[in-house]
């Protein structure tokens, strides 16, 4: 796994004394890494696999990804979402990587779109072809504060894809996890495009409440 990290110091907190992976070992102490597969079914989708718990650090610098300031740290998230895919065996399941996609207008003010900067340093990673086929037709409300049904309906009918998929068995990947309703969506519009099979990878599972944030 160190061919993925720079040996310059702890890329979190710059500090000396980095561990194999880049980061130091108060660091990824903080950030709570445990790979694993999610147990539930989710429609559309085969296994999910996650990285990290959407709490402590890990849960402020997703959140700081999302601004310019931040944006470095999806290789890093990236890195570790390598690992948990291959601790897990899922690389081996793969064909090609999607991304949830953003409006064009909401990537445009925004300058990138996270999720696409993690699936880039995951298929530099592995070696495994992006592909830019899914889109978001229309902007919807904030999933923050939704009920489990309510999300399910605010991501319905938003995405599409217009690609033949036929055969590809594709990895999606997005930041956070919580009830499952934007990774089924898509996942939704990939096997209706083709797909033999989608599965899941997200930097983080964050534990359903209301309030939640996804
Ligand atoms: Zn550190």
Redesign the pocket.
């Known amino acids: 796994m160190s061919s993925f990290f720079s040996d310059s110091g ?6 000396d004394f ?1 561990l194999e992976n880049g ?6 102490s903080s950030m709570d890494f445990t790979p694993e597969i999610l147990g539930e079914n989710y429609d559309f989708l085969s296994d999910v696999y996650i990285t990290f718990l959407y709490q402590n650090l890990t849960q402020e610098w997703i959140q700081k990804m999302k601004f310019q300031e931040g944006k470095y740290l999806a290789k890093i998230f990236g890195n570790f979402m390598t690992e948990s895919l291959l601790l897990q065996g899922g690389h081996r399941k793969i064909d090609a990587i999607a991304y949830v996609p953003m409006t064009k207008n909401k990537e445009r003010i925004r300058g990138y779109n996270q999720g696409k900067l993690l699936a880039e340093e995951i298929g530099r990673n592995l070696n495994i072809p992006i592909l830019h086929v899914l889109k978001k037709k229309r902007e919807n409300k904030d999933q923050i504060g939704l009920t489990g049904q309510e999300r399910t309906e605010n991501v319905r009918d938003v995405f599409s894809c217009e690609e033949n998929l036929e055969g590809r068995r594709i990895l999606l990947v997005d930041d956070v996890f919580t009830t499952g309703a934007t990774l089924s969506s898509c996942g939704k519009v990939l096997m209706e495009s083709g797909a033999e099979e989608v599965f899941g990878l997200v930097i983080a599972k964050a534990l359903y409440t209301k309030k939640g944030d996804e």
């Open positions: 702890c890329l979190i907190c710059h500090g980095p980061i130091c070992s108060q660091c990824l």
